[in-house]
């Protein structure tokens, strides 16, 4: 009976493991298709705006062509942001995740960062709201973080929602923390996410 129990749970152990193995497979495959298309749109995009460029000869119009300058540079900006993504999460990965800190005021760096997203977010004017509760937000934060943090939830809103997309954040104390909300009015996810 013995050697039939060590038998069969030197089959579980095994399958246990491939089991497990397969699963995270399937993981960094879903990973990795979803950089390739991030990847791919503003790649895709360089190359209509580089193709728009050649097309044009040497006719030139400065208005259209400081358009596709912008346009370029919003591309390029796109694609060192998605690089940043992926360095940062093989950091994480590796556990050598270090935040750039400095002194500032939180409501301060968050506003100028707010400033920036719809532009880079393609949400519509008009539709980003942020709210501050009056306290002091004195402290030392990364700004990149904060910018890539609150990018990332507004882009979510942007690509998730349905309807003309509307977003708020809102920043606030709560004792010695500040909480940062970001709100938007898509449908949201069900608990089981």
């Known amino acids: 009976g013995f050697a039939a129990a060590l038998a069969l749970l ?28 991030e990847l791919k749109t503003p790649i895709t995009s360089l190359a ?3 193709d728009t460029l050649d097309r044009r000869g040497e006719r030139v119009d400065p208005a259209a062509d400081r358009q596709l300058r912008v346009l370029m ?15 940062d ?26 400033r920036s997203l719809p532009a880079e977010t393609g ?8 709210d ?8 030392e934060f990364d700004r ?13 809103a942007v690509k998730y929602g349905e309807g003309p997309v ?11 923390s500040a909480v940062l909300a970001v709100a938007d009015n898509g449908r949201g996810m069900d608990a089981h996410t």
């Open 10 to 37: 030197g089959l579980v152990v095994p399958f246990s493991y491939m089991r497990r193995s397969l699963r995270l497979a399937g993981l960094q495959a879903d990973v990795m298709d979803r950089i390739s298309h």
């Open 48 to 50: 209509v705006l580089a």
């Open 73 to 87: 540079r919003d591309e390029v900006r796109r694609l060192v942001r998605l690089s940043n993504r992926l360095l």
């Open 89 to 114: 999460f093989s950091r994480q990965r590796a556990g050598t995740v270090r935040l750039d800190r400095e002194p500032g005021q939180l409501a301060e760096m968050l506003a100028a960062i707010v």
């Open 123 to 130: 949400l519509e004017a008009g539709r980003l709201a942020f």
């Open 132 to 139: 501050v509760q009056p306290a002091d937000y004195a402290g």
């Open 144 to 156: 990149e973080a904060l910018g890539e943090i609150a990018r990332n939830l507004v882009e979510n």
């Open 166 to 176: 509307a977003v708020r954040i809102s920043l606030r104390r709560a004792g010695r």
